[in-house]
């Protein structure tokens, strides 16, 4: 008899896959296609290759607050040996460079204004005369105040070459010295030319790694959203973390690159020595290109064109990098709600770090402060970051 047919037995079904939180391979696919992407966009690969060592030799030259070859000239009225040696002891120092004497206080006035001259000196009769009697000569001298800072500059070498020029000839042709209440010598640390490059190019070094590594991060994650490839994102198992910090790596060892390279062009080229340890300053700089590509992703996160992430990027590190982290003025001197942000910005803290191994030869011990720092504001750029990306269509 012929056998029941039997049902097949149920296939039972398959267990849903289960996908790791997190996983590296997910991440570095990531780096890679940003990496190839960078290659493929010559622009963007200039300005992360190049950009930074372009703009330190800008940044580097153009920010200067030496005072010197300032045109000056002199209103003669005594045309004696010693008023001509007065004038070349202002011509002779490195601040000034003279020009033709002034015929009168009206041409002083129009060469002034005209920008022709920073400084006239007029040289009254008898200033030979009181000298050698004795008496002390009096002078006028006229500064172009414009600028404040540069003319408190001016003023104080005038004083110091007219007190030094008054002491030799009292000392040269009358035997005598001049009477002080007391005497005072001037001596700077770390610095003894009081020269604006040393101070600058480490100075420098942060405002650039902050700048453009900030900026790609925020472009290559706007750059997604405008192309519509970041709907991988959403309809993928790619967590938020690997998204963005595949997006990060790539930039981030491309601006240590770039540290490396103006590191070298601030010793060779600019010839200012890294006097402490490298090492220590390499590690401040990986803390510190973290926090950098990790604003330029929080910026991107509520940025949709690249124009606006380029926008909010340089609005939200380069002016309060200038205006607060000491670049120029010490945030000592800041007030109010400037001296707070200066306080916790990172670049205020990688600033101290660069300019104190650079000039003053410190190690990490001595600016264990500004490491600690910057080693807390890493996970709290990146988190923001991760929390503000959405992972789901809009």
């Known amino acids: 008899a012929p056998q029941p047919a039997t049902a097949p037995a149920p296939v039972p079904a398959a267990a849903p896959r289960r996908h790791a939180w997190f996983s590296l391979r ?6 890679s296609r940003e990496a190839l992407e960078l ?21 580097g030259y153009g920010i200067s607050m030496d005072v010197e070859d300032l045109p000056f000239a ?27 004497p002034l015929a009168g206080h009206a041409d002083m ?127 993928t ?20 690159l770039n540290f490396v390279l103006m590191s070298v062009l601030a010793v060779t080229v600019f010839g200012v020595p890294i006097s402490g340890s490298f090492l220590s300053l390499a590690l401040a700089a990986l803390m510190f290109v973290v926090i950098a590509t990790g604003f330029g992703l929080l910026a991107s996160t509520f940025t949709n064109t690249q124009v606006a992430a380029m926008f909010v990027t340089i ?18 001197s800041l007030e109010g709600l400037g001296r707070v942000i200066g306080s916790v910005y990172p670049a205020t803290h990688f600033l101290t770090i660069s300019r104190g191994i650079f000039a003053k030869g410190l190690d990490a011990a001595d600016l264990a402060p500004s490491y600690w720092a910057l080693a807390a504001t890493v996970p709290v750029v990146l988190g923001l970051a991760l929390v503000l990306l959405k992972k789901q269509e809009r």
């Not at 997910?26 to 780096?31: A, C």
């Not at 290659?39 to 940044?59: E, K, N, Q, S, Y």
């Not at 609005?315 to 000592?332: D, E, M, R, Y």
């Open 74 to 100: 002199v209103l003669d009225g005594d045309d004696t040996v010693l008023s001509h040696d007065y004038a070349l002891q202002i011509a002779g120092s490195r601040y000034f460079i003279e020009k033709p």
């Open 237 to 256: 198992p790619v967590t938020r973390a690997e998204f963005l910090l595949g997006k990060q790596l790539p930039y981030v060892l491309l601006a240590m």
């Open 39 to 59: 290659r493929r966009d010559p622009v963007r690969a200039t300005l992360a290759l190049l950009g930074t060592a372009i703009l330190m030799f800008i940044v």
């Open 315 to 332: 609005i939200g590190t380069v002016l309060p990098a200038v205006q607060f982290s000491g670049l120029i003025h010490p945030t000592s």
């Open 109 to 235: 006035d129009r060469r002034m204004r005209a920008g022709e001259i920073a400084l006239a000196v007029e040289i009254p009769p008898g200033f030979e005369r009181d000298l050698l009697h004795g008496r002390t000569p009096t002078l006028g001298v006229w500064i172009d105040g414009a600028m404040p800072t540069r003319a408190e500059t001016v003023r104080g070498y005038v004083q110091a070459m007219h007190l030094q020029w008054l002491a030799t000839q009292a000392r040269e042709r009358l035997g005598a010295t001049l009477a002080a209440p007391s005497s005072i010598e001037l001596r700077y640390r770390y610095n003894p030319d009081v020269r604006s490059l040393p101070a600058m190019v480490p100075a420098v070094i942060p405002l650039l790694l902050l700048m453009i590594p900030s900026m790609l991060a925020a472009l290559s994650v706007v750059r997604e959203k405008e192309l519509g490839s970041i709907v991988n994102l959403y309809v």
């Open 26 to 31: 997910r991440l570095l696919s990531y780096s």
